[in-house]
């Protein structure tokens, strides 16, 4: 009998996927007015320079990068296995800056080509916002693999470890779920007195009661929820210095 999450939890293990793009310019020559014109042109970024177009605007959590093919385009199939429950791979990307970058991304000029080997280029890659520490899957990972990989860099990026969270939050996804499902029996139960030829206002009120009491409580667990999840990002000295360096 397979279990369905409800809707906070949905929202609580929705990935937030970036999708980088980068043009290179160059200058051309000046016109009659002495002005000077610049010209897109497609070539692949140097591979330093690469990462820091992909991480986003001052990103400092470690990444996690998928590459596209023809085949599952559109999916996450790489990511995760359709066999088994993902969650725990899904709240670790919470602690990651999560990349999908299409299958041209593979053409020698292709800005981020440089990102992926050219012989054997992985589906997926995990490594520090610098792109340092690459570890590579070929898409066909156990989703231990991945997860030991995962927790090894939110390790070296955090104050806090991530495992302990994870268990955590698995719990709060429980209580969410608690929480949704009764606020839909109390929406249901008010609905069916509302369609009674004459509702209520004793019941009415005593339901209105229960919906804002279970909201209260749902948010209070949110609330929780993110202070565990805060496992305090480290920032190091040169981090700007390293961000401008890739310019």
């Not at 929705?14 to 014109?37: I, M, R």
């Not at 390790?155 to 991530?162: N, Q, S």
């Not at 007195?193 to 209260?216: C, F, H, Y």
């Not at 993110?226 to 890739?246: I, M, Q």
Request: proline letters at 5%.
């Amino acid at each position: 009998m397979s279990f369905t999450r409800l809707a906070t939890s949905k929202e609580v293990l929705d990935l937030d996927w970036h999708y980088p793009v980068a043009h290179t310019f160059k200058e051309t020559a000046g016109d009659k007015k002495g002005g000077t014109s610049a010209v897109f042109v497609e070539q692949a970024l140097p591979k330093t320079k690469a990462f820091f177009k992909i991480n986003g605007d001052g990103n400092r959590r470690p990444l996690l990068v998928l590459r596209e093919c023809v085949l599952c385009k559109g999916s996450d199939h790489a990511l995760f296995d359709r066999r088994l429950n993902n969650e725990k791979t899904k709240l670790l990307c919470q602690w990651f800056y999560c990349v999908k970058l299409p299958p041209k991304v593979l053409d020698q000029k292709h800005p981020f080509r440089k990102l992926f080997k050219q012989k054997h280029p992985p589906h997926l890659f995990v490594s520090t916002w610098d792109g340092k520490g690459i570890v590579e899957f070929s898409g066909q990972q156990t989703q231990s693999q991945l997860q030991q990989q995962m927790i090894k860099l939110i390790g070296k990026a955090y104050e806090k470890k991530p495992v302990p969270a994870v268990k955590a939050m698995l719990r709060f996804l429980s209580e969410f779920d608690k929480y949704d499902g009764l606020l839909q029996q109390y929406e249901d139960q008010k609905q069916k007195e509302m369609l009674r030829p004459k509702p209520r206002s004793e019941s009415l009120a005593k339901l209105n009661a229960r919906i804002d009491k279970t909201k209260k409580r749902r948010s209070l667990a949110m609330k929780r929820a993110k202070a565990v999840c805060d496992l305090k990002l480290k920032v190091t000295s040169d981090a700007s210095k390293a961000a401008k360096a890739g310019g």
